[in-house]
T-cell receptor, first 111, second 112 residues
């Protein structure tokens, strides 16, 4: 399984863009990059996923490097409600159906 | 509203008792999953089911059991054989086994 590496914690000023990095240097060609977030004591919330191209939806943008070894989740205008733990996950395609959640990045949005 | 429901939100049990956690979805998803989360840690897969009447063990199935008699329901039983049952339990579902998983609100189980 491709493993991911994320910073343990980050701060971001309210209203500014939050850029959350993720390294996945052993990713294979058919594995997608997924992002979820989890607010304290709630279930994880799906944010976005991608394979090669950059992706954008109403919540965030996902930028994947050309070599696919790293990616960045961008929250364009962070609010206090974006304070959460953000998980970067590389999806195992061929063996089982598991999402391997690590410890993620704890993002704190500061007023 | 479509979604995944888990009940109850908080559950307390005495040591040595079996307890069943409920998970229901009305999304018409084929696949369902149970994860366990301990404080400050990520999620670990307990069991998953891709179709009715079929399920597979995840990484930490010992001390747990499941059933999948209906598409919309995937209850998890925490048995007395589970050595450290106190945790936050999360249920998820997906259209198929390879699709995006959507999570319920979780059940926090405390064994006294």
């Amino acid at each position: 399984d491709a493993k991911t590496t994320q910073p343990t914690s980050m701060d971001c000023a309210e209203g500014r863009a939050a850029n959350l990095p993720c390294n996945h240097s052993t990713i294979s060609g058919n594995e997608y990059v997924y992002w979820y977030r989890q607010i304290h004591s709630q279930g994880p919330q799906y944010i976005i996923h991608g394979l090669k191209n950059n992706e954008t939806n109403e919540m965030a943008s996902l930028i994947i490097t050309e070599d696919r070894k790293s990616s960045t989740l961008i929250l364009p205008h962070a609010t206090l409600r974006d304070t959460a733990v953000y998980y970067c996950i590389v999806r195992v395609k061929n063996t089982g159906n598991q999402f391997y959640f690590g410890t993620g990045t704890s993002l704190t949005v500061i007023p | 509203d479509g979604g995944i429901t888990q009940s109850p939100k908080y559950l307390f049990r005495k040591e040595g008792q079996n307890v069943t956690l409920s998970c229901e979805q009305n999304l018409n998803h084929d696949a369902m999953y149970w994860y366990r989360q301990d404080p400050g840690q990520g999620l670990r897969l307990i069991y998953y089911s891709q179709i009715v009447n079929d399920f597979q063990k995840g990484d930490i199935a010992e001390g747990y059991s499941v059933s999948r008699e209906k598409k919309e329901s995937f209850p998890l039983t925490v048995t007395s054989a589970q050595k450290n049952p106190t945790a936050f339990y999360l249920c998820a579902s997906s259209i198929g086994g390879r699709d995006t998983q959507y999570f319920g609100p979780g059940t926090r189980l405390t064994v006294l």
